[in-house]
């Protein structure tokens, strides 16, 4: 599988992650703010914007399988990632099967299991699938739609208690209107050792719509430490 990416900057790698949907074109912004100091690269993730579909499962841990080999074909040995959404469950994911391989890891807007999102997001999401699902054996448009609604359903599945596995150091952000549940968002910086927890104003897609605040905040994640 060969991944279609963008890619601006030089310096240590910061790799990031798209959502549901989307593809690497949603980071313009914060590829142009970190592309002065940071080599950053967006993917698009399997199924999504200009990458192929494949024959393997389109599941979020499949889809932290492919950044693997992604980095393994791009010779990162190790890099900062941010993960927004579903990016940031493949993040998550990604961090606890491979931690040798994540320097610094920046979640915006991830969640563990359905039950972190808000019902008047879930409900409707749940809906379409079933809908999808059950006229995807007629249409592949339905089929590739049930497969997109799927990951949000059926994904990612995280037990909270593994997060205290993770020991590289971990920004969790959302937005205060996120579509995540705010107490989510809490307790998954609570059940990750020494995480560092940052609510701003803004909705889900506070990386995009504000995106100058969010990218400060992620910048004094990334050189906290540096000069020690």
């Given amino acids: ?29 914060v590829m142009e703010y970190f592309s002065v100091q940071y080599k950053v690269t967006a993917v698009d993730t399997r199924g999504h914007g200009k990458s192929p579909r494949g024959d393997a499962p389109f599941t979020i841990r499949q889809f932290a399988e ?49 039950g972190g999102v ?27 739609s049930a497969e997109m609604l799927g990951l949000m359903v059926n994904d990612p599945n995280i037990e909270k208690d593994r997060l205290r596995e993770l020991t590289m150091p971990v920004l969790v952000i959302a937005g205060k209107n996120d579509m995540i549940k705010q107490a989510h968002t ?3 910086a609570r059940s990750i050792p020494n995480a560092w927890l940052s609510i701003l104003p803004g909705d ?21 430490g540096e000069n020690l």
């Fill in 118 to 144: 808000r019902p008047l997001t879930q409900i409707p999401i749940e809906i379409g699938y079933r809908f999808a699902a059950a006229f995807g054996k007629f249409s592949r448009k339905a089929k590739a």
């Fill in 186 to 188: 809490e307790m998954i």
């Fill in 1 to 29: 599988m060969h991944l279609y990416y963008r890619q601006e900057g030089t310096g240590e790698p910061l790799i990031l992650l798209h959502g549901n949907g989307e593809d690497g074109s949603y980071f313009a912004k």
């Fill in 204 to 224: 889900h897609f506070i990386a995009y719509k504000e995106s100058k605040m969010f990218c400060k905040e992620v910048e004094g994640f990334l050189k906290e």
């Fill in 66 to 114: 492919d950044l693997k080999e992604f980095m393994d074909q791009q010779n990162i040995e190790r890099a900062n990632l941010l993960g927004f959404s579903d990016g940031g469950n493949i993040a998550l994911i990604f961090a606890l099967r491979y931690p040798e391989r994540v320097k610094k890891l920046i979640l915006n807007g991830a969640n563990l299991d359905s």
